[in-house]
């Protein structure tokens, strides 16, 4: 979704977060009507009625009839519609999603439990523990055989607590042991729930 087409969606759903002008819009769908008119159905001032107006006219989703001394008001429902096919596209809705960074939440959780190549503690939370096991898996080669000490050793330069790590990442499927030999798992076999 291009720059110009953010601000637009932006744009529409800052106009129409407000109660009053999202009421406006549904009553202008019926049939045009003067700002006196809709300043006593909606139980508004004129004047803020007209400043609503104003804001739905920068979208063109308002269009002005002047008859006389009395502006007549209707919703622009060509306007509507090519706004919906313009920027209303489950492709352009998920592109907006795209300048998500979609690792930050992990991101946040390493930034937190960890000093540097140091694991400050294990997390609590399972769902961050989680994180932290995916951290330290990736500290092992895929394919390589790890006797325990082996293994022992690189989780200690990590965190003193091997026992624990090593058998969670086993209880979460991440390595495999047989004999006191690890290696580790690919990622299609991971499980998110500890298997004991």
Known sequence: MSQPEFQTLLSFFKALSN???LKLVGILAQREYSVEELAA??????????????????????????????????????????????????????TVSSEVNPNAWEEKVLKNFLEGDRLREIPASRKKRWVVLKWLVNQFEMGQL????????IIKRVHPDTATLRREMIGYRMMQRENGVYWREPESQWREELVL
């Open 19 to 21: 109660e009053s002008r």
């Open 41 to 94: 159905l909606v139980q508004l001032k004129e004047p803020t009625v007209s400043h609503h107006l104003s804001k739905l006219k920068e979208l063109n989703l308002v269009q002005m009839r002047p008859d006389r001394n009395t502006h007549f008001y209707r919703l622009n429902q060509d306007a509507l519609q090519d706004l919906s096919k313009a920027v209303f596209t489950s492709a352009q809705i998920t």
């Open 146 to 153: 790890y006797p325990e000490r082996l293994l022992n050793e």
